[in-house]
Structure formats: structure tokens, C-alpha cells
């Protein structure tokens, strides 16, 4: 697993599939409660295009027209130093497993 922010995973489904979680209040059709959990954002082949999906969910997430040109570079550097730690963070791991 690897987690690029507190509210976004990835997820290996499978050894040929990954897949982009989000964490988010859903609310219960039959008992209307709200509870916060993991919700499913999309199915990738490898950790690139995963990774790739998770920065433009990142960026995008939050952009809206009130937005300066200032805070979307702030948005784009901090995606960037999430993924780069969640990347150095799988390699530890995979040291620790060898």
C-alpha cells in the first residue's frame, strides 16, 4: 500500500492490478448515517500510471476559479513531495522484505 496523502492510497488489488482509493464521508442509503471510509477512484496496470492518476487527482481536487496561479504552484510542489516519499517509502520496504 502505498499512501500519497492521508486521504489517498494506492492499493494493490491483484499481482496485474492497482487500484487509487480516496477517503471520504459516504452516507448510508438505508440508514442515512455518515461514516468516513475508502472509496474506489480507479483501476491502473502499473505504479506510473497509478501514480500519474494520484497527481492529477491531487491537483485537480481542490482547483476552482477563485484559486491564484501562487497556491496551484503550492498544490503541484506538495503532490510532487508526497509521491516522491511514498515512492522512497515503498523502496525501504522492499529493502526490508530482501
Do not use: H
Not at 10 to 39: A, F, G, H, M
Not at 83 to 89: K, S
Amino acid at each position: 500500500m502505498i499512501y500519497i496523502t492521508d486521504t489517498l492510497r494506492i492499493s494493490r488489488v491483484d499481482d496485474n492490478c492497482l487500484q487509487l482509493e480516496t477517503y471520504v464521508p459516504v452516507t448510508s442509503k438505508k440508514t442515512k448515517e455518515t461514516r468516513t471510509q475508502w472509496r474506489w477512484c480507479g483501476y491502473y496496470g502499473d505504479v506510473r500510471g497509478a501514480l500519474l492518476a494520484a497527481l492529477r487527482k491531487e491537483l485537480f481536487s481542490e482547483v476552482s476559479v477563485e484559486s491564484s496561479i501562487q497556491r496551484l504552484l503550492d498544490r503541484i510542489d506538495s503532490a510532487e513531495k508526497n509521491i516522491i516519499r511514498a515512492i522512497e517509502g515503498m523502496k525501504q520496504d522492499e529493502r526490508q522484505e530482501v
